[in-house]
T-cell receptor
Framework: DSGVTQTPKHLITATGQRVTLRCSPRSGDLSVYWYQQSLDQGLQFLIQ???????AKGNILERFSAQQFPDLHSELNLSSLELGDSALYFC?????????????FGPGTRLTVL | DQQVKQNSPSLSVQEGRISILNCDYT??????FLWYKKYPAEGPTFLIS?????DKNEDGRFTVFLNKSAKHLSLHIVPSQPGDSAVYFCAAVPNNFNKFYFGSGTKLNVKP
């Protein structure tokens, strides 16, 4: 158990819909990262937040957005869902924002878009 | 544009032998490299990392080698154990940390 929690575990929805994935980092960690793992793309970094502010951006689509709240939990919002958005979405947290900080991953949310 | 590549989608090794997982990158601005291991239905777990100022880092059975001139890194697992069977991702971070790049993963199967 990494100490990072993600809800829900599974999500099944239809194309065109909007969903919100939630992540609670390890106690004391200030950075939250979001990743997408799909069959053909491997593990892709989406976005990082540090202490409530966006820190780094990866291959995140414009239909996707994220935020980190004052209590440091984070939400990833996916809208206008397409079939290709079906994937495992991981959240990770680290103590600070340095690239040398170990990232601890949550168990993931499996999103299925029908 | 895949800046970090793991060209072997899978690797099968006998228990007790060496497993060598390879990773190539294209961006000379990468400053830090990491390996993650992922079991089915679980999130990736950090395994070992290496800074670009080093060419080798060792942690128990795991050693990561970095060849900057060839833009190549490898993960050696000696001796391999059946519990090492998992998908291994390499990742690279540039010195300005504006993005975080992962390879597509190599599925390692260690046969008893």
């Amino acid at each position: 158990d990494s100490g990072v929690t993600q809800t829900p575990k599974h999500l099944i929805t239809a194309t065109g819909q909007r969903v919100t994935l939630r992540c609670s980092p390890r106690s004391g960690d200030l950075s939250v990262y979001w990743y997408q793992q799909s069959l053909d793309q491997g593990l892709q970094f989406l976005i990082q937040y540090y202490n409530g502010e966006e820190r780094a951006k990866g291959n995140i689509l414009e239909r996707f957005s994220a935020q980190q709240f004052p209590d440091l939990h984070s939400e990833l919002n996916l809208s206008s869902l397409e079939l290709g958005d079906s994937a495992l979405y991981f959240c990770a947290s680290s103590a600070y924002h340095r690239e040398t900080d170990t990232q601890y991953f949550g168990p993931g949310t499996r999103l299925t878009v029908l | 544009d895949q800046q970090v590549k793991q060209n072997s989608p899978s690797l099968s090794v006998q228990e007790g032998r060496i497993s060598i997982l390879n990773c190539d990158y294209t961006n000379s601005m990468f400053d830090y490299f990491l390996w993650y291991k992922k079991y089915p239905a679980e999130g990736p777990t950090f395994l070992i990392s290496i800074s670009s100022i080093k060419d080798k880092n060792e942690d128990g059975r795991f050693t990561v080698f970095l060849n900057k001139s060839a833009k190549h890194l490898s993960l050696h697992i000696v001796p391999s154990q059946p519990g090492d069977s998992a998908v291994y991702f390499c990742a690279a971070v540039p010195n300005n940390f504006n993005k975080f790049y992962f390879g597509s993963g190599t599925k390692l199967n260690v046969k008893p």
